[in-house]
């Protein structure tokens, strides 16, 4: 069992109070420790009883990275359409300016570390699905384990007030015990059985996508990403731990993550990324045009050199790129990418892919990033706004935080956002999936039918379910 030294920690809290009497407001205070190697997921598990609604997880594809938070310390949330961004910002930097930070290790995400997502689109109008989400949500966590290229470190978060004495730090230090012997303990998770699958609306969904493929020949509109949901019924209720051991089993090597909200939890395998910061490079992906993976070897490359040469997916994928390069320009002294798309191979599907690094201008946060990318045109379309407009006026989902940005920042400036597809929210014994194409001209509704069955493929593999 991990056993942790606690003076740091009493010493933090007990200066943490003295912070919080002297300027009467509430500090935090945070503390990281290397500990000895637990496995993620069992730390996760961990806090099943005590945190259920207050845990998320997060892996990057490569594995460099990935972070479990129990528990929360402290939550930032907007309603407002118009400036979610720079509230979560704002308010971020409110807590950073008076917090107590003790952290020997120079190491991305550790310490304080705000995780969450926003919406898709908050002038949409929302419906009970999503009820538990707000348009922003983010968590500061009590206890996050950080596995940083192989190492462990754990960071313990408390508000210290000036009503507090020196029993916060044993009430913290017993419950964080509690947590470390309970995540040294392997736990096994059932696999609930499916009952039922309702593909909703998908007639009404293609006549959607000829209708704008219409538009698209009329209008200014170049591309609009239109997506379909699929409900799920289960004979049990459906552990968030079981989908995501299933996720990072068969889709290792994507954005896995999981954020829980009351009793909801949005978890999914995205393998696109919208932009990650260290220091000042800056990376983002342009993510497009799909096809299937191939029974064979040979099958396989068959279908990747027809999707490289494809005019209607490498348009759709054109479209990202342009808008990405453009974006990145603003805020960058050098924009990189490739000329021509390559392909991501995942284990259903293969995109077109086009990586896309920058060196950020000073003072550029991770959240002005996401919030001039999001919805980048593999989520939305082009031009931007009127895509928007069409998508709140064409689809009948309410995408809530699928296809938005979902991820996580630290004090020091430093985060990764992906965008949250290949998802579901899971509610009890139900669960939505989501999945989406890129409209373009060409687009046909059938094939793009065909598209979003695929796309759904990880997630209800991942929920013991199979399209046929
Ligand atoms: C919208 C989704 O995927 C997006 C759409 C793609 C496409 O239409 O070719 C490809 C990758 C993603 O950017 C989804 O998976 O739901
Ligand atoms: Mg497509």
């Not at 002297?22 to 935090?28: A, E, K």
């Not at 309702?198 to 591309?223: F, M």
């Not at 980048?376 to 407009?389: F, M, N, S």
């Not at 979902?406 to 290949?422: K, P, S």
Request: hydrophobic share 40%.
């Amino acid at each position: 069992m991990v056993a942790i030294q606690e003076t740091e920690l009493k010493q933090g809290i007990f200066n943490g109070i003295a912070r919080a009497k002297g300027r009467s407001q509430s500090i935090l205070v945070s503390e990281v420790h290397k500990i000895e190697h637990l496995d993620p997921v069992d730390f996760f598990a961990a806090g099943r009883e005590k945190y259920l609604g207050e845990r998320f997880f997060w892996k990057d594809p490569e594995g460099k990275l990935v972070l479990a938070g129990l528990g929360i310390c402290g939550q930032i949330q907007s309603d407002q359409a118009a400036d979610r961004f720079f509230h979560v910002e704002k308010e971020w930097k409110r807590f950073m300016d008076s917090a107590l930070i003790i952290n020997k290790y120079q190491r991305n995400g550790m310490g304080p570390t705000l995780f969450g997502g926003f919406s898709f689109d908050p002038q949409k109008q929302g419906t009970a699905l999503w009820s538990k989400f707000p348009e922003a949500l983010f968590q500061i966590p009590k206890y996050m384990l950080t596995l940083s290229n192989g190492e462990m470190f754990l960071t313990t978060n408390v508000i210290c007030t000036h009503h507090d004495d020196l029993t916060l730090f044993e009430k913290v230090s017993r419950e964080r015990q509690e947590v470390l012997s309970k995540a040294a303990m392997k736990q096994s998770f059932a696999q609930p059985k499916l009952k039922k699958m309702v593909e909703i609306e998908p007639e009404a969904w293609k006549q959607a996508i000829t209708h704008v493929v219409k538009d698209l020949k009329q209008s200014e509109l170049k591309k609009v990403v239109l997506a379909r949901e699929l409900r799920l019924h289960f004979d049990e209720e459906v552990q968030a731990e079981r989908v995501l051991v299933n996720l990072l089993d068969h889709q290792n090597d994507s954005f896995t993550f999981v954020l829980e909200s009351n009793n909801d939890c949005f978890i999914g395998a995205s393998p696109e990324r919208l932009v990650k910061k260290e220091g000042k490079s800056l990376y983002s992906a342009c993510l497009a045009g799909s096809i299937a993976r191939g029974n064979t070897p040979e099958e396989d490359d068959r279908l990747g050199s027809e999707l490289l040469s494809d005019q209607k997916n490498l348009m759709e994928h054109q479209y990202v790129v342009e808008m990405i390069k453009e974006a990145m320009e603003e805020t960058c002294n050098e924009v990189l990418l490739p000329e021509q798309p390559v392909l991501m191979k995942m284990k259903y599907i293969q995109h077109l892919y086009t990586p896309v690094i920058g060196k950020n201008r000073a003072g550029t946060s991770i959240l002005h990033l996401v919030n001039r990318l999001h919805p980048t045109p593999a989520l939305g379309g082009l031009p931007k706004q009127a895509a928007i407009e069409k998508i709140r006026e064409m689809e009948q989902l309410d995408r809530g935080l699928y296809a938005a940005p979902v991820g996580w920042m630290d004090y020091q400036g430093n985060g990764e956002f992906a965008v949250a597809i290949r998802s579901g929210l899971i509610q009890g014994k139900e669960a939505s999936l989501f999945a989406g194409c890129g409209v373009v001209a060409d687009s046909n509704a059938e094939s793009e039918y065909k598209e979003t069955s695929i796309k759904f493929r990880p997630m209800l593999t991942a929920l013991g379910g199979k399209i046929t």
